[in-house]
């Protein structure tokens, strides 16, 4: 899938791919992954360790899977962030079934342009949604803004396995198998193609890392979880200034 210049073309598709399978997202995460997607939000939600006080910020919430997680291992408030109004309103009642909707804010926004004041998050996280961004580069420099000094941005993505073997066929299923099985199931073959395309077409785990040193994080680390199928990014704010009321 090739996109203009124009940034706003990515993100008008992205946003309607989304809206499009909302109700079938997360049994399709779940099926597609063969559920191993559970073991990496929590690895993630790990990372969130020793920080300063404040609330976590989760990027690209969508349908909350990773907020929930958050909210379950780190019992810190938790503000959901997507620019995807169905996608948090069926997350709404996910957490509404949980008891969470005093623990978890939903907020409509984009990445690109986080509508919150510098320095007033203790830990930021973004689940499967930097690769799907306009501009990268600029969602990391927001991340950096609104990051507390001492504070740690967590980054779950894709990434493309470094064996070859298994490399081999894990893109034939990603581009043969999982959009027809996403297809039947959301609706939306397109949806799934996207996917299989943007991750194939998406940054190397150094080049990501490299964004990130740019961005002004730094002891910026990155691991391959199952096999390689993603890849989990962190960096921390240096500690310099005092923070802020989110609000």
Request: glycine share 6%; proline share 5%.
């Amino acid at each position: 899938m090739k996109f203009s210049q124009n940034n706003d073309e990515k993100k008008s598709f992205v946003k309607n791919k989304f809206s499009s399978v909302t109700s079938r997202y997360d049994l399709l995460n779940t099926l597609l992954s063969f559920s191993v997607d559970k073991y990496w939000r929590k690895r993630t939600a790990e990372t969130l360790k020793n920080l300063p006080d404040g609330p976590i910020l989760d990027l690209c919430a969508g349908t909350l899977p990773l907020s929930i997680v958050l909210r379950k291992y780190t019992k810190r408030k938790i503000i959901a962030l997507d620019f995807c109004l169905d996608m948090l309103l069926h997350g709404k009642n996910r957490i509404n079934s949980l008891k969470m909707a005093n623990d978890i804010l939903l907020v409509q926004g984009d990445a690109e342009l986080i509508p919150f004041k510098e320095n007033v998050f203790s830990g930021i996280t973004i689940a499967f949604g930097i690769r799907n961004l306009a501009n990268p580069e600029k969602g990391l420099m927001e991340m950096f803004r609104v990051l507390k000094p001492g504070g740690v941005l967590s980054i779950l993505e894709f990434s493309r396995p470094k064996n070859k073997l298994f490399s081999k066929y894990y893109f034939f299923y990603l581009h043969n198998i999982l959009p027809n099985i996403g297809g039947i199931i959301s609706g939306d073959k397109e949806a799934y193609s996207y996917l299989a395309t943007s991750i194939q077409e998406f940054h190397a785990p150094e080049v990501v890392a490299a964004m990130m040193e740019s961005a002004g994080f730094r002891d910026v680390k990155y691991r391959p979880l199952t096999f390689g199928i993603v890849t989990l990014y962190t960096g921390r704010r240096p500690s310099t200034s005092s923070g802020s009321s989110p609000f």
